[in-house]
């Protein structure tokens, strides 16, 4: 099983000296069901205990490998084998709860020892915000627009008058080149 490893500043997480149980249940409990996750009847928090059990029916099978694409309907894209040891990277959890949110659960676990603490537990109203802006389908069919590079981004061509309200008051502006700014453009809004 393998996961994107998107990697920004946030989501590489030092976990080095963290249970890996310990780790799983603060990530869990940071994270909402989204999508079709949301039918699951799993629970909405897990103790250190419950996910020290996951891990351990996970090596049972005889896997060496502690990944988790969903768990209870919760989507986590974690890799987890070497946690204790290293750390781990959280770009996919992240893109699903916002960015930095396992950072920051992972950070509170640090400071107090657990992963069921209610700041851990708050994190899942931002993550809900951010689930539902990922999983929400398109309402409507988005446009095409054709016009130029300098339209599209919304700079003004190398032309001065356009700085100048009607009142020739300078209300500042910045420029592009007249090449790039007449350059054709195909915008598409989702």
Known sequence: ?????????????????????????????????????????????????????????????????????YLNGKRLKLDLTNAEESGIIAGQYDYGFGRGTAKRAIEILRSTGDPCHPDIIELQVRAAVQAAIVSAPLKESGKTTEGTFGDAIGLGSEHNESCYDQFGQWIGCRHIGKNQAESSCTTYNL
């Open 1 to 69: 099983m393998g996961f994107d490893r998107t990697i920004t500043p946030e989501s590489l997480i030092d976990t080095k000296g963290l249970a890996v149980a310990a780790v799983l249940a603060a990530l869990y409990n940071a994270a909402v069901k989204m999508g079709h996750g949301t039918k699951d009847l799993g629970p909405d928090t897990i103790t250190e205990s419950d996910a020290e059990t996951l891990i351990l029916e996970i090596w049972e099978k005889g896997y060496e490998y502690i990944g988790f694409d």
